[in-house]
C-alpha cells in the first residue's frame, strides 16, 4: 500500500506493509543516497508477516515532492529530513515500538533525530552508514557534484558512485536495479542531499548518549561506512549489538536480503 501525507508544502509518499496487532514493531526504513524507498523492497515483503514496515521516499526524491525546499539562499540541512521523519512518524500513531532504521544517508538522518528529536523512536538500527563527518576532500567532492550536478544528471552519478556500492560479485542484475534508481533520481534532490551531507555536523561524540536499544549492521565489504568503523561505532553506543553480513558491500539491504531481514526481525522482537 502507498500512503501520502502532507508536511510542510511537501507531499511526502511512504509504502506500508505489515502486521495488523496492534502492539506489533513499526519499521521506518530511511533510505541512502540518491535512493529511493525502491531499495526496501525485500524488506517490505519479507518482514511484513512479521512487523509493520514503512518505507518513506524522502523529500524530493522517488515519489515525494520538495515542497518549497530548500528556499533561495537556504543551505540545505539534514535536519529537514529527520523533520519531516518526525512528522511521518506521529501520523503513524504506533501502539507498538517504532524502530528507525537508517541506510547510509538514512543513518546520517538517524543520529540527527538521535540528537534532536529522540523521542520520536523507541529503538535504533544504524545500517552502512557513518558517525564521522566528512573530511575536506570528501566535502569538496560533494559541493562539486551540487554544483555540476544539472549538467551531469543523476546517470553520471549512478557510474560515479557504482564501484563503491556492491561486493565484487554481486549479480549483475542487482546492480543494474540500483543504477536504474540513482539514474531516475532528480538532479535537485542530488544537489541538497550532497549540500545537506557536507554540512553534517561529526557525531561521534552523540553515540556513547545514545539511551535506545541500537542495532549496528554492516556488509562485510563496505567500501563507503568500513565494516571497523562500524564495529567502533556499535561499542561506543552502550549495549548496541553489531552484525556483520558476510560477502557484500554497501548495499547489504539489496545484496543480502535475507540475512538483513533475520537481523531486523530478531532485533525488533526482541524488544
Ligand atoms: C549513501 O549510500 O547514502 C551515501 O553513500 C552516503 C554518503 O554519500 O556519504
Same mark, same amino acid.
Given at each position: 500500500?502507498?500512503?501520502?501525507?502532507?508536511?510542510?508544502?511537501?507531499?511526502?509518499?511512504?509504502?506500508?506493509?505489515?502486521?495488523?496487532?496492534?502492539? %506489533?514493531?513499526?519499521?521506518?526504513?530511511?533510505?541512502?543516497?540518491?535512493?529511493?524507498?525502491?531499495?526496501?523492497?525485500?524488506?517490505? !515483503?519479507?518482514?511484513?508477516?512479521?512487523?509493520?514496515?514503512?518505507?518513506?521516499?524522502?523529500?524530493?526524491?522517488?515519489?515525494?515532492?520538495?515542497?518549497?525546499?530548500?528556499? $533561495?539562499?537556504?543551505?540545505?540541512?539534514?535536519?529537514?529530513?529527520?523533520?519531516?521523519?518526525? %512528522?511521518?512518524?506521529?501520523?503513524?500513531?504506533?501502539?507498538?515500538?517504532?524502530?528507525?532504521?537508517?541506510?547510509?544517508?538514512?543513518?546520517?538522518?538517524?543520529?540527527?533525530?538521535?540528537?534532536?528529536?529522540?523521542?520520536?523512536?523507541? %529503538?535504533?538500527?544504524?545500517?552502512?552508514?557513518?558517525?564521522?563527518?566528512?573530511?575536506?576532500?570528501?566535502? $569538496?567532492?560533494?559541493?562539486?557534484?551540487?554544483?555540476?550536478?544539472? &549538467?551531469?544528471? %543523476?546517470?553520471?552519478?549512478?557510474?560515479?558512485?557504482?564501484?563503491?556500492?556492491?561486493?565484487?560479485?554481486?549479480?549483475?542484475?542487482?546492480?543494474?536495479?540500483?543504477?536504474?534508481?540513482?539514474?531516475?533520481?532528480?538532479?535537485?534532490?542530488?544537489?541538497?542531499?550532497?549540500?545537506?551531507?557536507?554540512?553534517?555536523?561529526?557525531?561521534?561524540?552523540?553515540?556513547?548518549?545514545?539511551?535506545?536499544?541500537?542495532?549496528?549492521?554492516?556488509? !562485510?565489504?563496505?567500501?563507503?561506512?568500513?565494516?571497523?568503523?562500524?564495529?567502533?561505532?556499535?561499542?561506543?553506543?552502550?549495549?548496541?549489538?553489531?552484525? &556483520?553480513?558476510?560477502?557484500?558491500?554497501?548495499?547489504?539491504?539489496? !545484496?543480502?536480503? &535475507?540475512?538483513?531481514?533475520?537481523?531486523?526481525?530478531?532485533?525488533?522482537?526482541?524488544?
Amino acid at each position: 500500500m502507498t500512503i501520502a501525507i502532507e508536511v510542510d508544502n511537501a507531499r511526502l509518499v511512504y509504502a506500508a506493509a505489515g502486521s495488523p496487532y496492534p502492539q %506489533a514493531p513499526t519499521l521506518v526504513l530511511v533510505h541512502g543516497f540518491p535512493l529511493s524507498r525502491a531499495m526496501w523492497q525485500a524488506q517490505l !515483503e519479507g518482514l511484513s508477516p512479521r512487523c509493520r514496515v514503512v518505507a518513506p521516499d524522502l523529500r524530493g526524491y522517488g515519489e515525494s515532492s520538495f515542497g518549497d525546499w530548500p528556499a $533561495a539562499g537556504e543551505t540545505p540541512s539534514l535536519d529537514r529530513y529527520a523533520d519531516d521523519l518526525e %512528522a511521518l512518524i506521529a501520523s503513524l500513531q504506533a501502539d507498538g515500538p517504532v524502530v528507525l532504521v537508517g541506510f547510509s544517508m538514512g543513518g546520517y538522518i538517524a543520529l540527527n533525530m538521535a540528537r534532536r528529536c529522540p523521542d520520536a523512536f523507541d %529503538a535504533l538500527v544504524l545500517m552502512d552508514t557513518r558517525a564521522a563527518a566528512d573530511d575536506d576532500t570528501a566535502r $569538496a567532492t560533494r559541493l562539486k557534484m551540487a554544483d555540476h550536478i544539472h &549538467e551531469w544528471g %543523476a546517470a553520471r552519478v549512478a557510474e560515479l558512485m557504482r564501484p563503491k556500492l556492491f561486493a565484487m560479485d554481486t549479480p549483475e542484475r542487482i546492480v543494474q536495479e540500483t543504477v536504474a534508481v540513482i539514474s531516475a533520481t532528480d538532479p535537485a534532490a542530488i544537489a541538497a542531499s550532497q549540500l545537506a551531507m557536507a554540512a553534517r555536523p561529526d557525531s561521534t561524540g552523540l553515540l556513547g548518549s545514545i539511551a535506545k536499544p541500537t542495532l549496528v549492521v554492516v556488509g !562485510e565489504h563496505d567500501a563507503i561506512s568500513p565494516s571497523a568503523e562500524m564495529r567502533g561505532i556499535a561499542a561506543a553506543i552502550p549495549g548496541a549489538r553489531f552484525v &556483520e553480513v558476510p560477502g557484500v558491500g554497501h548495499m547489504a539491504p539489496v !545484496e543480502a536480503p &535475507e540475512a538483513v531481514n533475520a537481523a531486523l526481525a530478531e532485533f525488533a522482537e526482541s524488544l
